[in-house]
């Protein structure tokens, strides 16, 4: 605990500081034919305390990374930034990309290295150009070969690694809505596992939508449960690797989910030492 304390404190100097814009990374107009990291300009490395947090969220499909992510990010004033939304970004575009990308996803396989870096490094410079400073990635890296080339152009303070029992994955991830107007995510699943030979039970509520949501709810196309169980597989077999890069590396904090947003939020916050983040802020101001 308290290792997880010191690294918690060591990737979160400077939380309660706006501070001011680090540079970020940039898209390059490289040759197709060049390999991923050089679609990345290395950026300037700023010491922690003069930018915000960088840190990065692993999990599998369903486990809520995108959820707790949006929040933290809400909470202390970083950019989320989903890879899965930037693809979906661009399928939505109907741009160059898209057809190529459709089949690849509603496969639940990963997009190309090449592909992914090019949509973040884009994202990252837009964000650059209107004054972002710190993110918390949501999706990337998924695989070592990404991790290798982010780890190369710029540094990750702290990675959050999200895990939930295995049956209620799938479960989630099918119960996953979207509404197609204000954008909101919820879940329609109701899960509850009883505990077993000493494991303990898990309840978790859905999140239902308002009711003006109600009839605007969509599915993901790739959450069906064919495609979720090949993201978990796939997930399982070029993912999880990711975990122990960042275990080697002393950055890893595991977190397990004790249940749904009410009984997980709070002892994340406590994870990360932002418990008392609110008042420390306004008592700064
Ligand atoms: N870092 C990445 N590398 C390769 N493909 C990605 C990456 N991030 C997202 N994708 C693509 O976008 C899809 C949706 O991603 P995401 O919303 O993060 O889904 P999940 O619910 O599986 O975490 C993935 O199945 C994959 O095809």
């Given at each position: 605990m308290a290792a997880i304390t010191r690294l918690v404190k060591r990737a979160s100097p400077s939380l309660s500081v706006s501070s001011t814009a680090a540079r970020r990374l940039f898209c390059s107009e490289s040759s197709s034919h060049a390999p991923p990291q050089d679609h990345f300009h290395a950026p300037q490395r700023k010491d922690p305390k003069d930018r915000n947090v960088q840190w990065v969220f692993l999990g599998c499909p369903g486990v809520g990374k995108g959820t707790y992510a949006s929040r933290l990010c809400n909470l202390i004033g970083v950019p989320h930034i989903?890879?899965?939304?930037?693809?979906?970004?661009?399928?939505?575009?109907?741009?160059?990309?898209?057809?190529?990308?459709?089949?690849?996803?509603?496969?639940?396989?990963?997009?190309?290295?090449?592909?992914?870096?090019?949509?973040?490094?884009?994202?990252?410079?837009?964000?650059?150009?209107?004054?972002?400073?710190?993110?918390?990635?949501?999706?990337?890296?998924?695989?070592?070969s990404q991790a290798e080339i982010l780890e190369r152009v710029i540094d990750i303070d702290l990675v959050v690694n999200l895990k939930l029992q295995e049956e209620a994955l799938l479960a989630?991830?099918?119960?996953?809505?979207?509404?197609?107007?204000?954008?909101?995510?919820?879940?329609?699943?109701?899960?509850?596992?009883?505990?077993?030979?000493?494991?303990?039970?898990?309840?978790?509520?859905?999140?239902?939508?308002?009711?003006?949501?109600?009839?605007?709810?969509?599915?993901?196309?790739?959450?069906?449960?064919?495609?979720?169980?090949?993201?978990?597989?796939?997930?399982?077999?070029?993912?999880?690797?990711?975990?122990?890069?960042?275990?080697?590396?002393?950055?890893?904090?595991?977190?397990?989910?004790?249940?749904g947003i009410p009984e997980s939020w709070p002892k994340l916050l406590q994870a990360l030492n932002l418990d008392d983040y609110e008042e420390k802020r306004s008592a700064a101001a």
């Open positions: 989903a890879t899965g939304d930037l693809v979906r970004h661009e399928l939505a575009s109907k741009g160059p990309l898209s057809s190529q990308l459709s089949e690849i996803v509603n496969q639940g396989k990963l997009v190309s290295d090449e592909i992914i870096i090019s949509l973040l490094s884009k994202r990252l410079a837009d964000g650059e150009a209107k004054g972002e400073s710190g993110f918390i990635l949501d999706g990337f890296p998924r695989t070592i989630k991830c099918l119960g996953r809505r979207i509404c197609n107007q204000c954008g909101g995510n919820f879940n329609v699943a109701s899960i509850d596992i009883k505990g077993e030979n000493g494991s303990p039970g898990m309840f978790m509520a859905p999140l239902l939508p308002p009711a003006h949501c109600m009839s605007k709810l969509i599915t993901r196309s790739d959450d069906t449960e064919a495609v979720v169980k090949e993201r978990l597989r796939i997930y399982n077999e070029m993912s999880k690797p990711v975990e122990e890069f960042y275990r080697s590396r002393g950055k890893l904090l595991e977190f397990n989910l004790p249940g």
